[in-house]
């Protein structure tokens, strides 16, 4: 039985924690021991409700051992892995902290603020014979694992041409609007529009360069709308966008439109389409759980069977972190094209 504490009980600390209840009701060998977060009244079920539906429950946190300040509970347990839900600003400190006392670290995505903080996080795990993996959870959901699979396998050929979207309202519930805070979150190209350049990334590797036209409307957010083109030698066309000021009755969505020489995969509010050129489109029976359930489960697994961590490498994440780099470089630069370093 693995025991875990779980460090940020905000919007996505909940998704974990429901997961963890799911965990012990399925009888999986995970146990969540401790919860650990700054903010008391988290513990009295006081939340701020986010913009997707993660975690809208009543929790009985009596359950749990509970702290406000990370070092104690590192102090204080016995844990075979910590699971980091904070704030970005706060991933690679967290996180190195937890390997360096020996324990294994899940930590939500982006995996840091920069390259450089990756590569200390990668560095920590290493020195300690840890693993490491980052919640880039769209490696681990269904419809996106679909599209991986049919690049991979070239089933439809090769890929001519990809659009890639997320986006919604301001992210407005944060603790202390560290969300909307640039130094804090990078704004929305590196907290919301990353999973899209890691799932770039982990499709089609890195690309040369990238050309990123993005702009700020929000006061200190930084970027709230950001569109890159991913140049890559063989020509295809690549682009991804985000929006994080899609007010009214949007909601939140996240499609993808690829196109592949003998057909395309569309995702479209949450539904699948593989059109192929030569017969009826048709939806792709899919698994119904989430990418969070799903990466939560791989992390478990890799340690209970000594596994490598093989579908979110930290190297490969922190290359999404170089791309995005490159990106705010660009944008910066009014779109010029940026070599990835
Ligand atoms: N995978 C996804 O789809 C997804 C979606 C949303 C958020 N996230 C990521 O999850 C992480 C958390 O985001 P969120 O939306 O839950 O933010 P949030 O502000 O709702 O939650 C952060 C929590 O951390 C707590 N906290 C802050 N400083 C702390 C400290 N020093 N010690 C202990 N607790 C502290 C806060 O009180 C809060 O409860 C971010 O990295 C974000 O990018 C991922």
């Known amino acids: 039985m693995l025991k875990v504490g779980l460090v940020g009980i905000g919007f996505m600390g909940r998704g974990h924690l429901d997961n963890y209840l799911r965990f012990e009701e399925e009888g999986f060998p995970v146990k969540l021991v401790a919860v650990c977060d700054i903010d008391p009244d988290k513990f009295k079920n006081i939340f701020v409700k986010g913009n997707i539906d993660v975690g809208t ?6 359950k749990y051992n ?4 990370m070092d104690e509970m590192l102090a204080n347990e016995e844990l075979d892995y910590v699971d980091i839900a904070l704030p970005t600003y706060l991933h690679a400190e967290a996180t190195i902290k937890a390997l360096n006392k020996g324990l294994h670290v899940l930590c939500e995505k982006p995996m840091a603020m920069n390259s450089a903080e ?3 996080m990668i560095d920590a795990a290493k020195a300690n014979d840890r693993k490491l993996m980052i919640g880039q959870c769209l490696r681990f959901w269904p419809a996106y694992e679909y599209l991986k699979e049919t690049v991979q396998s070239k089933r439809l050929g090769d890929v001519v041409c990809a659009y890639f979207f997320r986006g919604g309202e301001p992210p407005r519930w944060s603790y202390e609007n560290w969300l909307l805070t640039k130094e804090k979150s990078g704004g929305c190209l590196l907290d919301q ?3 899209d350049v890691d799932t770039i990334n982990w499709l089609f590797g890195m690309p040369d360069k990238v050309s990123t ?19 890559y030698n063989d020509g295809k066309v690549i682009n991804a966008q985000d929006d994080w000021t899609l007010e009214g009755d949007f909601g939140f969505d996240m499609t993808f439109r690829v196109n592949f020489e003998k057909g395309n995969l569309i995702l479209a509010k949450g539904v699948l389409t593989e059109n192929p050129d030569d017969g009826q489109g048709f939806q792709p029976d899919l ?4 990418g969070y359930y799903r990466e939560m489960k791989y992390f478990a697994n890799s340690i209970l069977e000594n596994k490598p961590i093989e579908i979110a490498a930290p190297e490969s994440t922190r290359d999404t972190i170089r791309i ?18």
């Open 193 to 195: 529009h990353i999973h």
């Open 57 to 62: 429950g009543t929790y009985d946190f009596s």
């Open 324 to 341: 995005a780099e490159a990106e705010l470089e660009s944008a910066d630069k009014k779109g010029v094209l940026v070599a990835i370093k």
């Open 118 to 120: 990756c590569q200390a």
């Open 287 to 290: 698994c119904p759980d989430l």
């Open 213 to 231: 036209i993005a702009t700020n409307i929000i006061p200190g957010s930084g970027y709230d709308a950001v569109s890159t083109n991913y140049i």
């Open 66 to 69: 509970l702290y406000t300040d």
